[in-house]
Structures are given as C-alpha cells and as structure tokens.
C-alpha cells in the first residue's frame, strides 16, 4: 500500500502538483513500510515539491541518513552547496594601492579561469569528542584542516568526502593555540579552493561558513578596539552548525580562514583563523616532516623529535606518548639533549631541566642559588 501511496505521490508531481505530491509522499514515509533504499528515493522527490533552500537541503540530508549509498543525494547536495556559494570567484573591480601592499610577497591577483565545487573540497570529521565537525583541504597531499575542538586528543578520526567515501583521517600535527589541527587522508583533492591574497579581513567584510551538509551562516568581520594578533578574524557570529572547522569565504568567495570555538570573553562572538596563519603552519609541518624522525603527540598536537629518536616523552609538554606508553621507561644520558634546555644548573643533581618557583623541575629540591653553567 506504501508503495502505491508513493506511486501516486511522484505521479502527481510529475503533472505539475507538488502539494498533493508531497502529501501522498509523507504518507508513504510515515507509514515505516519502505525499505531504506525506497525511502532515499521518497526524499529525493519530496525535494523536489520544496522551494525553501534549507528545507530543500534538510530533505536531501534526511535521503542520504535513510541510504547512504544513494549517489543521487549526494550529487544534488553537493550541487546545491556549489550553486549557494560561486565557484569562480574574480576581483570584480582593480585592487587599490593599499591593498595592493598588503598582497603577500607582492602576490599578483589573478581572476581564476575554472569553477571550482566547493563540495569537492570539504569533509566531514566523524568521531571526535564534541560531535560532528567541518574541515577543508589546504594541501594537494591530503591534508586537511580544522580545528583542535573537532578531535580532542584523538589520534585518528572518520572522514566523509561528497564523492561518498569513508577514509581513515590520521591527525599528523595541533597547535592548540591556534585551535588549528591538521589530518592526513589518502586522497588528492586535485586542486585548492582561492585564497584571499590579503593579510587581514577588512572591517565589516560580508562573510560565509559553509559547514559540510552545505548549511551556510551569513555574518560579517566584527570590528573590535581589543588588540589582536593579524591571524585572528572577530566575526560577528555567535553559533556555529556544528563542532567548527568550517572554511569562511568573503563577499568574492575567496577563502580567507578558517572558523574556530574562540569566543570573545565579554560578547561570545566567535574568531575565525586566517588561511595565511594556516598555511605557514601547514608548511612548517611538512619542513619538520622532510628534516627528521618525528612523532605526533595528541596531548599537545607537537611533532616530537624525541620520540621520534626512540626516546619516551615529548620534548614539549613532557607527556608519556603511545608509542612508549606500554615500555619498560628508564634514564636516557643521551635523552638529554632534547630536553635539558635551561643553562641554570640544579645546586642538588646538577640538572639543567630548569628551577621554577625555587625548586628543581628534575628531583623537586628547593634551590639556594642556581649556579650558571
């Protein structure tokens, strides 16, 4: 009966009645008597019977929940996402003097010749400690970013690609205080979203976050008297669809950060993270990657060089990292060089960890004098 129920509802929209369509086709849902792949395919015309964007979005979103392997939803979500935001964005008039000594490294702006979809370019990070989250490839080698927020401590996490994929998301590197963590997956995005070629987001700049379902918040660069590093971008906005890593677009749809969970302390609007800030990190990662043996570390998002020489604690927070957790742990002489970084000697075991408050961060004595080495 569901099943001629629904019949009758594509049929009516096919004859140019949406409403009866729509009707019958809540019925057919409702009744619980269709099979997963035959809801997916109610969803897809119930769609077609809407013209709110959202509504329409919400519809395709609740096609791929019922099947997540109809390639329809996917294609049309990914579609819609790609007709809400342009994808060939172009300077529509010249860049002025100060601007133009602002581009970085006296960067030429060229408007960008192929359209871009931005579905192509973003995934859905599963798993992590505070629910659902957004990132965004910032390098052709699989490398995504997002935010600290989005995976915690976590060393690995699901990624969803629109192109209807689960991969293993392994997190190579955090700078926490950035709230930026960056995930490697085995795929080639292929090319980058545009970046904006300016430093900073100029006052009151129109903005878009795009989550990964293509839900977009509309808000604007927030001026504010607090001084702030360049890297940060105070937005307007006060929530977010999701656990944030979210690309932020401006009024020519180039890419200009990231969103982050920062909040401001006295309003509760939100920051974003320029993509400059981003990219320098992405590229330290990969000198740090070329020059040596190193290990992540998820309490801290460090690249160890001590436990990638095969010793047991991050030379950076002093944590016990996985690889060591389950060794026999001893003194090291030779450990010492990644870690005994103060010149101020302990007066009781010659040390040179470091004295805080008076005492030997090595063997806790208080300290008289500190002798000098």
Not at 10 to 28: D, F, H, K, T
Not at 342 to 359: D, L, P
Request: proline share 6%; net charge neutral; with cysteine.
């Amino acid at each position: 009966m569901s099943h001629r129920t629904l019949e009758m509802g594509i049929n009516a929209v096919q004859r140019g009645s949406p409403a009866e369509g729509a009707r019958l086709i809540r019925i057919a849902i409702k009744s619980g008597e269709l099979s997963p792949q035959m809801q997916a395919i109610a969803y897809l015309w119930l769609a077609e019977t809407q013209t709110d964007l959202q509504q329409k979005r919400a519809t395709y979103g609740d096609a791929l929940a019922a099947d997540p392997a109809n390639v329809e939803a996917r294609q049309r979500l990914a579609s819609l996402l790609t007709s809400q935001l342009p994808a060939a964005p172009v300077l529509s008039s010249p860049v002025s003097a100060t601007q133009t000594q602002q581009v970085v490294a006296a960067q030429t702006v060229q408007p960008q010749q192929a359209a871009v979809n931005i579905a192509d370019h973003v995934a859905h990070i599963i798993g992590g400690p505070n629910g659902p989250g957004t990132a965004f490839f910032v390098a052709q080698e699989g490398i995504l970013a997002t935010t600290r927020h989005v995976v915690g401590g976590m060393q690995q996490v699901t990624v969803e690609l629109h192109i209807g994929r689960q991969l293993p998301g392994v997190v190579v590197r955090a700078y926490t205080d950035l709230d930026l963590t960056l995930i490697h997956v085995d795929h080639n995005p292929g090319s980058l979203l545009p970046i904006t070629p300016l430093p900073r987001v100029a006052d009151e700049t129109p903005l878009s976050i795009v989550t990964y379902n293509g839900e977009i918040i509309r808000t604007t660069e927030r001026p504010t008297n607090r001084v702030m590093a360049a890297h940060w971008i105070p937005t307007s906005a006060t929530r977010l669809l999701d656990a944030g890593g979210n690309p932020i677009f401006d009024e020519k749809n180039y890419l200009v950060g990231m969103m982050t969970k920062d909040t401001s302390r006295t309003s509760g609007h939100m920051f974003g993270l320029h993509i400059a800030a981003i990219k320098r990190m992405v590229d330290t990662y990969f000198r740090e990657a070329r020059t040596e043996a190193r290990v992540y570390c998820p309490h801290c998002g460090n690249n160890s060089r001590a436990v990638g020489a095969g010793y047991f604690y991050c030379e950076q927070c002093g944590s016990v990292t996985p690889p060591a957790e389950n060794m026999q742990r001893y003194p090291i002489p030779q450990a010492e060089t990644y870690y005994e970084t103060s010149r101020a000697r302990c007066t009781n075991c010659n040390s040179t960890a470091g004295i805080y408050n008076n005492v030997c961060l090595r063997c806790g004595s208080a300290q008289g004098r500190a002798v000098q080495s």
